[in-house]
């Protein structure tokens, strides 16, 4: 039986591994240790970082500080990710050290779709209690 890949649940090294990731990214950003030009990267946030299972590719969630300009920064870390993985060689001693891939974060927007929805649904709902 074959496994669904989008229904797989991480092992923990996985998690592990992408945890320390994600610290170690953070600190690089605060420090600007990857000295990416005409980007700062005090203002971006490492949300979350999925491993793959065989831990040689990691998918980096961020989000600049507003959200503002997300695009170029995305592109502008993708275009310099060798700067962050050379940064990131410094910090972590692995067998391999993963290929980053930057990606949008759209989880905040969404969540904020979903409390509109919420709301609006609440608001409705009181809206007919009085009229029943």
């Known amino acids: 039986m074959k496994k669904d890949s989008r229904n797989q649940a ?15 990214l953070g600190e690089i950003f605060i420090r ?4 990416i030009p ?3 990267t005090k203002m971006i946030t490492v949300t979350e970082v999925r491993m793959t299972p065989d831990l040689k590719t ?16 995305v592109s502008t ?9 050379k940064a990131l060689s410094k910090k ?9 891939s930057f990606i949008e974060d759209n989880s905040f ?13 609440r608001k409705n709902e009181t809206i007919e209690k009085k009229y029943n």
Do not use: C, W
Not at 58 to 72: D, F, N, Q, S
Not at 92 to 99: E, M, N, Q, R, V
Not at 110 to 121: G, Q, S, V
């Open 38 to 40: 005409m980007l700062d």
């Open 10 to 24: 991480y092992s923990q090294r996985q998690l592990r591994v992408g945890e320390l990731i994600k610290q170690n």
């Open 109 to 121: 927007e969404y969540a904020e779709k979903i409390e509109r929805l919420i709301e609006k649904n």
């Open 58 to 73: 990691a998918r980096t969630y961020v989000i600049p500080l507003g959200g503002v300009e997300m695009r170029k920064t």
């Open 92 to 100: 972590i001693d692995t067998k391999f050290l993963p290929k980053l």
């Open 32 to 35: 600007n240790e990857a000295k």
């Open 77 to 85: 870390l993708t275009e310099f990710s060798h700067l962050v993985r």
